[in-house]
């Protein structure tokens, strides 16, 4: 099986196929990397495709210490990877908390990035949600470790964010649960209070966003509630920075709409790597609603 070694040594499985520009996926807390499937499937026609299973994830490692869980650790795992596979560069793709990893892995490490798609990334972001947030997150880490993630998956999965993927995609978010239920409990538990009741508010690092140059595309779907906000407050603070929102869509989204998500993605990419991916024009006032000199 391949692994990886991070700088904290850590062990992290990974999985990648095809040739091309590199692309890396960073999975969301109730998925892994087979969560990316269509993609790797989609993309590695054109690319090389890497996934991986954050730490805490088996088959990774999931260590027992609180404290090798966080945020920025998070981005740097992402980092560790390509550097362990000889990668100077890739395109960053991030689905909630792989999402929020991929903006940090901006901020913290922007040379490493061609560009980045944050997808389904604001929970815990928006500031009057805050505190019930993390109150929420470290209940959710003692559920798993009570129930174990077998029991506690029935709950999880049915939360209000991936309710249209069951109404339209019921065999698809049948294999979704199934892959949580297959989860570490422990692992579960120490990212959900390491990582996710831990890291900041988007909103609180807006002056590092607005100095970030990597092209950025940020995708949200029109039923995921507490992404929607978040993700206008991206698209107008980071400047080269585009909103994508998908229509009935939730939080799952590359599972949920694997076809309108990997279209957008691939134009996304296209355009940066023709250069056509800018910032926006200084001309494009958001204050002027209409020319009168």
Known sequence: MPYIKTSDDIQLYYEETGEGEPIIFVHEFGGDMRSWEPQMRYFARRHRCIAFNARGYPPSDVPDDLERYS???????????????????AHIVGLSMGGFATLHVGLIAPDRALSLVVAG????????HEAYFRDVSLEVAAQFEKQGAEAFSKTYALAASRIAFLLKDPRGWDEFAEHLSQHSAKGAAMTMRGVQARRPSLYDLADEFKAMTVPTLIVVGDEDDHCLQPGIFLKQTIPASGLAVLPKAGHTLNLEEPALFNQVVADFLASVSQNRWLPRDPRAQPSQIMKTS
């Open 71 to 89: 945020q920025r650790r998070a981005a740097l795992d992402v980092v560790d990877v390509l550097t362990a596979l000889d990668i100077p560069k």
């Open 121 to 128: 990334a604001g929970y815990g972001a928006e500031k009057e």
